[in-house]
């Protein structure tokens, strides 16, 4: 795998893995793209294989550079499989609105999706897994960090941490309206795209909260929360 530079973008080379050759002016392999993708998104879903049965985990991440990190308890029964250098895919989803054509056969989705493929490798070095472990929270709830407690010496110990290298990845992209059959464009059918977005609630504080704390302005100012006051 090799990245290549053109003054202001950095692209990835695509493997046999990665090329899309479903629709391929869908594609994308700017990291760019592809961080933005999953700095924005909040699932992941892992796929592996164990002794000819295939698992698909939804789990959180967090993404430092050109790494992307998982953890949970070193008793998982993922994180102690994929910690064996087995094979990795990690897909990557955000759901941008439902596309509505006049036809059956023509209606879609628009989305941005990334999938990524490689071997997982565990974090040993305490720094690095505490910046992982930054990443995670951070990604969740930007600027949550600096205000909570950190984890201890012993919370440390008991999470693993596992770090994934964005080498070999794609994007693939879907924007725009349906695109229907140049006959059916006279048809009485409205068409269209319906947008779609996660839109977040109100806060609702903890029973035990002390009393006379508010609710942050990080988490006000959440960027969903920027999305719901943009679209409204």
């Not at 903890?206 to 988490?219: N, V």
């Amino acid at each position: 795998m090799t990245t290549s530079n053109n003054q202001t973008k950095q692209q990835l080379t695509p493997t046999q893995r990665t090329q899309i050759k479903r629709v391929p002016k869908r594609a994308n392999y700017e990291t760019q793209t592809i961080y933005s993708i999953l700095d924005e998104a909040l699932i992941s879903h892992i796929g592996f294989t164990v002794n000819n049965q295939p698992y698909v985990i939804p789990t959180t991440y967090g993404r430092v550079e050109d790494k992307l990190y998982i953890h949970g308890s070193p008793a998982s029964r993922m994180l102690r499989t994929l910690n064996q250098g087995i094979e990795v895919c990690v897909t990557v989803t955000l759901l941008d609105g439902l596309v509505l054509a006049r036809s059956a056969f023509h209606h879609s989705m628009n989305y941005r999706s990334v999938v990524i493929f490689g071997t997982a490798t565990l974090v040993n070095d305490t720094e690095e897994k505490m910046e992982a472990l930054r990443a995670f929270t951070e990604h969740i709830i930007p600027k949550r960090w600096q205000e909570i407690r950190q984890p201890s010496k012993q919370e440390l110990q008991g999470t693993m941490v596992l770090s994934l290298p964005l080498t070999e990845a794609s994007a693939k992209v879907r924007t725009g309206n349906p695109v229907d059959d140049e006959t059916d464009y006279d048809l009485p059918v409205w068409a269209g795209v319906l947008p779609l977005q996660i839109v977040p609630g109100k806060a609702i504080a903890d029973d035990r909260l002390i009393e006379g704390i508010e609710i942050p302005d990080y988490l006000q100012n959440h960027p969903l929360n920027q999305l719901k006051t943009t679209s409204s």
